[in-house]
């Protein structure tokens, strides 16, 4: 198949790429940006590891076309700390030893973002309905539950202090 | 003091921002990309193998088929049964038959179309039942009988005798379903190499050191020309314990064509490399006194290999050695077997070997108990081994923390109010076991360390820790800094560890048999100490205070009756440096020799075992025999915890794992040998709705050899899972599942089978009592 000329936003950044059109957005964001923070664990959208967010809302980066996300605002992995300071969803992933291989964290991390943008105070059923598309092999989900309950406090408490600010 | 905090592992980072390169992350120029065709057929010669269409298409660098590199390879060096490509004969659904090497993955995917496989189909074995009967099929001409690929039979003690003394004999028939590990990352792979024929592998593997000698050797290569690199690993679970086909591929494309080559395999790929746990059918028998007191033990295992050897030979004795180091057994006979078939090669996973009989134990104690009126908590916790003794099979048990494990869970669970008060549906079940801290004898014997690191200090006071482990997500790069960090006195911000490189890094054995804390951990400390003594000497030299009034910690060697005495790291450092010259050391571990005199008497010797006791709560629907297992407890002996947050960690994960093998997962395959079900859709992984709330408890015995007292804790916790949940089964429903995974049809069976005999018993009385009348 013939490349194409495409234009993706991610990460708040925009980039001419060449890709065939039947690459998925998984491949584009792979091979071609070479954001590899983004994983797959299976290709076939069972498994959860290449979520990313389109719009701000979790998509399985295997199941979709690349270059349909034209007009799209792409977030990744790469895109979740902001100038080098780490997001409280990945402070939260390191403390409470959330991640362990790591290879599902990406997925699980943009998936919390999505939930915390919309819930800053989710319970425990929120988070494992929220959390329901992604595998993790290691770590029995525990201590996954536990960060994005400690990843919801901490911003709440950095809303409440730039709000008194 | 760092050792026994819960600090962050020092590669979260890079796992939470993405930065982390797993093995298919890395890209290099000129990077070709390698697909692997496989075997349609269960069984099946290979007639001919036509390349020259594949070959024809534009793009395609190369093809490789068995013929390419006709030399066996195995694990074991006893059992090297395989060819990285088959050569003549196709033995499972998915062996590897041939590789594509082309410029991009879509020529390579349509290359694999290309080639023309001719096959004679063979009839195929497919179970233990058809292995045993079906001797005219031989999957293995090298068999000496059937399809028999390794045959067991020990005795320690009379057991007739001990059956004679019993006033209670069970004998129980159980089926342990295959399972797989099914890591998230699935095997990737990239290879390199330049004129001068020196090849480095990047590979995503548990056993670096096991993979650069069986490549070397099928390569026939000197191991100097080979260096294995491991990236980050996204999970193994066992099954990145081997070099596979894509290893080798990768390899002799890079040295024919001199540029770098990846190969990445899809997730039905996986399912085919598969080395997981092996269906085990078990014939279990007990005599018991009326106390409950065990006389006799004789365990019979029939283990489903499926096609090759991988790690089978250890496995086979695996499922007889570790059934002793739990209970006071005084006669003990073990039969094991385990049989080729046409499915993809069994091999480690998670437990190894002691899984299913561990179940079988569990499930037969349990009705012993019941049988005895016995409280089957109480009764395990009476037939516990002591510390500090050598089972019947001649295993030295150090730690044991077994009795206060069993404690925890009751007590943590309500064992004592709510067992046997809950409604119908509802259940408590408990069960114990136990795991090697380190397999005591290395894959091929030998009299060399098991683990090596090297420290070196810069002048700077920057610390390396080098070592050829593999972190697979367990944490045990961090381990390793925590170690050297605790002896030198300085921040986990302050070392680099590198891992996994068969060039750079002394020998590890690998991530596998849970060795890695015990025994790269010892290796790392005694490798510090040597480091903490010249800077303890020097900062003497400088401060006029006998070394050992001294001590390491906060950067500075300060000494221990007056703290303001005290010089700062990096001047000790270099103050030592200009006495010694560059500062580096080596520090290695050997286990001590260990075991009985006898065959086999090598596999199950560790230098120590954890101890796990896990309670399991399930509600059943009374009706549809729908269940769910709500909470599981489960309490650890790993000896002293050296990061109590990634020993929950490990708990937990084993926990889930063992979870998914007791309900969901089973790796089955259909009539004419296809995997039914070779994707994570239909595998049933658990979610994160399945997985039920796990409590992990730590029990923390200083074990004596342990670094700092540390134990395993990545594999042990898994084992009783699985039969604590068929155990509160029975106690929610009364019914005895003695097959994993456990369903609702099988417990509607089950129910229905015991009513059934239960009427035969009562009929049968009936008539006894008509003939005495």
């Known amino acids: 198949m013939q490349k194409q000329l495409m234009t993706l936003h991610v990460n708040g950044e925009t980039y001419q790429v060449a890709a065939s059109p039947t690459h998925t957005l998984l491949e584009v964001l792979r091979e071609e940006l070479d954001l590899t923070g983004t994983k797959h664990g299976c290709e076939l959208g069972h498994c959860g590891a290449c979520t990313v967010l389109v719009n701000g809302a979790p998509v399985l980066s295997c199941l979709t076309l690349a270059i349909e996300m034209q007009d799209a605002e792409i977030t990744t992995v790469e895109g979740l700390a902001r100038h080098n300071r780490l997001h409280p969803l990945q402070q939260a992933f390191a403390e409470c030893g959330a991640a362990q291989c790591g290879y599902c964290t990406p997925g699980f991390l943009m998936s919390g973002k999505w939930l915390l943008d919309h819930n800053t105070d989710p319970t425990r059923d929120e988070i494992k309905a929220a959390l329901a598309g992604n595998l993790c092999r290691c770590t029995g989900y525990t201590k996954i539950i536990e960060a994005i309950e400690l990843a919801a406090s901490i911003m709440r408490k950095e809303r409440e202090l730039s709000a008194s600010a | ?773």
């Open chain 2, 1 to 773: 003091m760092i050792i026994g905090k819960s600090v962050p592992k020092i590669d979260s980072y890079g796992k939470v921002t993405g930065a982390a390169k797993y093995a298919d992350d890395l890209k290099l120029p000129r990077m070709a990309f390698g697909r692997i065709l496989r075997s349609p057929h269960p069984h099946a010669r290979i007639v001919r193998i036509d390349t020259s269409r594949a070959r024809a298409l534009p793009g395609v660098l190369d093809i490789i088929t068995g013929r390419d590199l006709p030399h066996k390879f195995g694990i074991m060096p006893t059992t090297q049964d395989e060819y990285p490509f088959a050569v003549d004969r196709v033995r499972y659904v998915g062996e590897p038959v041939a590789a594509v090497c082309a410029v991009d993955e879509g020529t390579a995917d349509e290359a694999l179309d290309l080639i023309d496989v001719e096959y004679e189909i063979l009839p195929a074995i497919l179970s233990i039942e058809e292995a045993l009967a079906r001797e005219d099929i031989k999957i293995h001409e090298e068999t000496k009988r059937g399809n028999i690929m390794k045959e067991v039979h020990l005795t320690f003690g009379d057991v007739e005798e001990g059956f004679a003394e019993a006033d209670l004999i069970r004998e129980d028939t159980f089926f342990f379903e295959g399972t797989t590990h099914a890591p998230m990352e699935e095997h990737a792979c990239v290879a390199d190499c330049g004129p001068d024929g020196k090849i480095t592998l990047w590979t995503s593997t548990q056993t670096p050191h096991y993979v650069h000698r069986e490549i070397a050797k099928v390569l026939q290569i000197p191991l100097s020309h080979l260096r294995v690199i491991v990236p980050p690993v996204g999970g193994g679970f066992g099954g990145k314990c081997e070099p596979f086909a894509h290893d080798f591929a990768a390899c002799l494309f890079a040295l024919r064509h001199g540029r770098p080559i990846k190969f990445g395999l899809s997730r039905e790929e996986v399912f085919y490399c598969h080395r997981g746990r092996h269906p085990v059918k078990m014939i279990l028998k007990t005599g018991v006194k009326q106390d409950g007191t065990i006389t006799a033990v004789h365990l019979q295992t029939f283990l489903d290999g499926g096609a090759y050897a991988s790690y089978g030979l250890a496995t086979v004795y695996y499922t007889g050695a570790l059934l002793t180091v739990t209970y006071k057994i005084p006669r003990y006979k073990f039969d094991g077997m385990r049989l080729y078939t046409n499915k993809p090669p069994c091999g480690p996973k998670r437990g190894h070997g002691s899984t299913q009989p561990r179940y079988a134990f569990e499930c037969q104690l349990d009705k012993i108990a019941e049988q005895l009126g016995l409280d089957p908590a109480e009764y395990r916790k009476r037939l516990a081994v002591d510390p500090y003794t050598t089972t019947i099979n001649g295993l030295r048990i150090t730690s044991c923390g077994l009795v206060e494990c069993v404690d925890k869970v009751v007590e943590a669970s309500h064992w004592r109010t709510r067992r046997g008060h809950l409604p119908r549906g509802r259940g408590l079940g408990i069960a114990i076991s136990s795991y090697v801290t380190g397999a005591g004898k290395a894959i091929y014997w030998n009299d060399m360390p098991h683990s090596g690191v090297i420290v070196k200090i810069d002048r700077g006071g920057g610390v390396a820790v080098l070592c050829g482990s593999s972190d697979i997500g367990q944490g045990s790069d961090t381990m390793l800094a925590m170690i050297v960090a605790e002896e030198l006195g300085v921040d986990l911000s302050d070392i680099r560890v590198y891992t996994g490189d068969t060039d750079l890094t002394p020998v590890d054995l690998g991530s596998y048999s849970s060795r890695v804390t015990f025994m790269a951990g010892n290796a790392a400390r005694a490798a510090a100490l040597k480091l903490r003594t010249l800077l303890l000497e020097a900062a003497s030299d400088l401060l006029g205070v006998p070394a050992d009034r001294l001590t390491a910690a906060n950067h500075q060697i300060c000494c221990i009756d007056d703290p303001t005495k005290h010089v700062s790291f990096v001047e000790a450092v270099q103050k030592a440096e200009s006495t010694h010259g560059t500062l580096s050391a080596v520090g290695s571990y050997t286990p001590p020799k260990l075991g009985g005199n006898f065959k086999g008497a090598g596999v199950g010797i560790s230098p120590a075992y954890s101890y796990t006791a896990c309670v399991a709560e399930v509600q059943v629907d009374p009706e549809t025999y729908d269940f769910r297992v709500e909470k599981l407890w489960v309490a650890h002996d790993c000896g002293h915890a050296l990061n109590p947050t990634l020993v929950a960690g490990q708990i937990e994960g084993s926990a889930y794992m063992g979870f998914g093998e007791a309900v969901l997962e089973e790796q089955v395959f259909r009539k004419g040998g296809l995997h039914k079900i070779p994707s994570l859709l239909e595998y049933k992984l658990p979610t994160i709705y399945d997985t039920p709330e796990i409590v992990a408890l730590h029990v923390e015995p200083y074990d004596r050899e342990g670094p700092y007292g540390a134990k395993e804790a990545g594999e042990g916790p898994l084992n009783p899972v699985i039969p604590a949940i068929a155990n509160a089964i029975y106690d929610a429903i009364g019914a005895r599942v003695d097959s994993t995974p456990i369903t609702p049809d099988k417990i509607a069976r089950a129910l229905r089978e015991q009513q059934r005999s239960s009427m035969q018993q009562a009929m049968m009385a009936r008539k006894l009592s008509t003939v005495g009348r």
